[in-house]
C-alpha cells in the first residue's frame, strides 16, 4: 500500500511542477518572441534602430520591476496567489501586444507582460522548490530553467510558423499565441495547493501538513516540517540582512553574485537571443523568415546544451566549466569579429559561417554561464541572507541585461559587428582575469563551510 501511495505522490509531484514550470516556459516565450517578431513590426512602423531598442527593452525594465517587488508580495499573498496573478498579466500581455496599434502601445504591451516575466522569475522555481519532496527537489526545481530554454526555443519555432514575408503584421499572431500557455498556466494553478512552507508560516500548519503528507515520503514528513519551522525562525530573524549582507566577512560573496552576473551578460548573450535576426540579416540572410528559420537552429542548440550542462556541472565541477565557457565564447566571438571584417572575401558562405559560430557561441554560454550564474548565486550566501543575495543577483541580472540589450543595435552602427563583437570578447577577457581571482569552487562544499570560509576572510579561489 505505501508502495503505491509513493508512486500516487510521484504521479502528483510531477503534475504539479509540469504546470507550474508553465511559468518557466512563458518566461523563455515572452523573452524570445520579440526576435522573430520584430523585422516585421519595425518594417511595419518604419522604425528607427533606437525606437527598437526601446521596445526590446521594455519587457526587460518591467522584469526588474517585477522581480523587485515580487519577494515581499509573495510572502504576504502566497506563492499560489502571485503565480496566478503573474498568468493573468502574460494572458493581457499578449493579447495587448498582439492588437497594439502605434509602437508605444507595443512598447507599453511589453513593459506590462516583462513584470509577469519578473514575479515569474522569482515565484515559480520557489512554489517548485518548496513544493517538491526533499530527494527530487533540485532535479525540479532545475526543471524550470530547463523550460525557460525551451520557452525561447518554442518562440522561434512560432515566430517561423507565422512569418509572412508579404505580410507585415504577422508579428501580431507571433505575440497572440502567447495566450495559449498563460491560460494553461491560469486554469492549472486554480488546481494546485499553496505550498507547505508558505501555511506553515502563517500558522496553519494543520493544511500545510496535510498537503506535505500527499508529496513528501512519508519517512520524511516529519524532518521536513521541524527543517521548515527552523527556517522560518531564522528568516523572522533576518529582518535587517540588507544591512547584513554589506558586513564586511560578506562583500566578497556579493562582488561574486553581482560580478558573474555582469559576465553573463555583457559577454553578449541577450544580443544573440534578442537580435538572431539582425544578426543573421548582418550576415546575408535577406529574407525575414530565413533570419528566422536560422535563428531555430539557435534554440534547438541551446536547449540541448542546457541539458548537458545539468548532467555534468556536479562532475566538472563550476571553476573548471566557467573557465571553459567563457574561453570557447571568447574564442567565438573573434571569430564572428574577424568573419565580419572579411565579409567580402567569405561571400555567400558568410551566412553559414556566421550560423556555425553563432552556434559555437551558444554552446559554451549554456554549458557554463547560463546555469553556473543562478547556480553560484545560491551556494555563496550563508542560509540568513541567502534571500536577499538572490534578490540582489537576480536585479543585477536583470539590469545588465536592460543595458546590453538597449544598446546593441547603437554598437553594430557605430562600431560596426566586427567591433561590438570585439567589445563582447573584451569583457570576456576581463571575466578569465576577473574568475581566476573570484569564482569559487563551490563543488563538493557544505553550504556552511562555505560561510566559514568567508569568517575566515580567505579567497575565493583558495575554496
Not at 507582460?113 to 518548496?130: D, F, H, L, Q, T
Not at 500545510?208 to 521548515?228: A, C, F, T
Not at 540541448?304 to 571568447?330: A, C, E, P
Not at 551558444?362 to 548565486?377: C, Q, T
Request: aromatic share 12%; proline share 3%.
Amino acid at each position: 500500500m505505501r508502495q503505491n501511495n509513493r508512486k500516487q505522490n510521484k504521479t502528483l509531484v510531477i503534475i504539479i511542477t509540469a504546470v507550474a514550470a508553465t511559468g518557466g516556459l512563458l518566461f523563455g516565450f515572452d523573452t524570445g518572441v520579440i526576435s522573430g517578431a520584430k523585422p516585421f513590426f519595425r518594417d511595419f512602423w518604419s522604425l528607427t534602430d533606437k525606437q527598437i531598442e526601446w521596445i526590446t527593452t521594455a519587457g526587460l525594465f518591467g522584469a526588474i520591476f517585477g522581480a523587485a517587488f515580487s519577494g515581499r508580495i509573495t510572502d504576504i499573498l502566497g506563492r499560489k496567489i502571485v503565480i496566478i496573478a503573474s498568468a493573468v498579466i502574460f494572458a493581457i500581455g499578449a493579447l495587448w501586444t498582439g492588437w497594439a496599434g502605434s509602437p508605444s502601445s507595443l512598447f507599453v504591451g511589453r513593459l506590462f507582460i516583462g513584470i509577469a516575466i519578473g514575479i515569474s522569475s522569482y515565484s515559480v522555481p520557489m512554489y517548485i522548490a518548496e513544493i517538491a519532496p526533499t530527494k527530487q527537489r533540485g532535479a525540479l526545481v532545475s526543471a524550470f530553467q530547463l523550460l525557460i530554454t525551451i520557452g525561447i526555443f518554442v518562440s522561434y519555432l512560432s515566430d517561423l510558423a507565422f512569418a509572412e514575408e508579404s505580410n507585415l503584421e504577422s508579428w501580431r499572431p507571433m505575440f497572440l499565441i502567447g495566450v495559449v500557455p498563460a491560460m494553461i498556466l491560469l486554469i492549472g494553478m486554480f488546481f494546485l495547493p499553496e505550498t507547505p512552507r508558505f501555511l506553515i508560516g502563517k500558522g496553519n500548519e494543520a493544511k500545510g501538513r496535510k498537503i506535505l503528507e500527499r508529496l513528501e515520503d512519508p519517512d520524511l514528513v516529519e524532518e521536513s516540517i521541524n527543517k521548515m519551522k527552523e527556517e522560518i525562525a531564522l528568516a523572522s530573524q533576518s529582518a535587517h540582512s540588507w544591512r547584513e549582507i554589506l558586513q564586511p566577512w560578506l562583500r566578497t560573496a556579493l562582488f561574486i553574485g553581482v560580478g558573474i552576473m555582469f559576465i553573463q551578460q555583457f559577454i553578449g548573450i541577450n544580443t544573440v537571443i534578442y537580435y538572431c535576426p539582425e544578426i543573421f540579416e548582418n550576415a546575408g540572410f535577406e529574407s525575414k523568415v530565413a533570419q528566422i528559420a536560422a535563428s531555430v537552429s539557435v534554440g534547438v542548440v541551446n536547449v540541448l546544451f542546457t541539458v548537458i550542462s545539468m548532467m555534468i556541472i556536479d562532475k566538472i565541477g563550476r571553476r573548471k566549466l566557467y573557465f571553459l565557457g567563457v574561453t570557447g565564447n571568447v574564442i567565438a566571438l573573434i571569430a564572428l569579429a574577424i568573419s565580419f571584417a572579411f565579409r567580402d572575401s567569405l561571400g555567400s558562405s558568410m551566412k553559414w559561417v556566421t550560423v556555425s559560430l553563432v552556434l559555437l557561441y551558444i554552446v559554451f554560454f549554456a554549458i557554463s554561464l547560463g546555469p553556473l550564474g543562478w547556480l553560484i548565486i545560491s551556494e555563496i550566501y550563508p542560509l540568513k541572507v541567502r534571500g536577499v543575495g538572490m534578490s540582489i543577483g537576480a536585479l543585477s541580472n536583470w539590469g545588465f541585461n536592460a543595458v546590453v540589450t538597449f544598446t546593441f543595435l547603437t554598437f553594430l552602427r557605430i562600431l560596426s559587428p566586427t567591433g561590438a563583437f570585439l567589445v563582447y570578447a573584451g569583457v570576456g577577457v576581463l571575466g578569465l582575469i576577473w574568475g581566476y581571482y573570484f569564482i569559487p569552487e563551490t563543488k563538493g562544499h557544505t553550504l556552511e563551510h562555505i560561510e566559514e570560509h568567508w569568517r575566515q576572510g580567505k579567497k575565493p579561489k583558495e575554496l
